[in-house]
Nanobody, 123 residues
Framework: VQLQASGGGLVQAGGSLRLSCAASRSLFSNNGMGWFRQAPGREREFVASINWNGGNTAYADSVKGRFTISRDRVKNTLYLQMNNLKSEDTAVYYC?????????????????WGQGTQVTVSS
């Protein structure tokens, strides 16, 4: 398994969660990484991305100011800190590794996907 997401759960609206994604070193060292989510009956959508060294990030408008993506190159782990959660954030969250080193919001630019972790926000 090259990508393993964890940290999901049930939280009340306004609460916080931190998702983690453990990656193999070979995959993590030089690749851009991203978080996506998919709610029931909806297509998978971009949440946040980060380039290979953490110097460049991007966010969906719906999560700007509330979510923060980061990466620890020593632990080979990607994070998504989610604050002020809303009911509309309820979804399965997936981490992914891009084909290149850049930060990208385009789903087809990602070659490797984790198994997903469920986030449920109760109102």
């Amino acid at each position: 398994v090259q990508l393993q997401a964890s940290g999901g759960g049930l939280v009340q609206a306004g609460g916080s969660l931190r998702l983690s994604c453990a990656a193999s070193r070979s995959l993590f060292s030089n690749n851009g990484m991203g978080w996506f989510r998919q709610a029931p009956g909806r297509e998978r959508e971009f949440v946040a991305s980060i380039n290979w060294n953490g110097g460049n990030t991007a966010y969906a408008d719906s999560v700007k100011g509330r979510f923060t993506i980061s990466r620890d190159r020593v632990k080979n782990t990607l994070y998504l800190q989610m604050n002020n959660l809303k009911s509309e954030d309820t979804a399965v969250y997936y981490c992914a590794a891009a084909r290149g080193a850049w930060s990208t919001s385009v789903t087809t630019n990602y070659a490797y996907w984790g198994q997903g972790t469920q986030v449920t926000v109760s109102s």
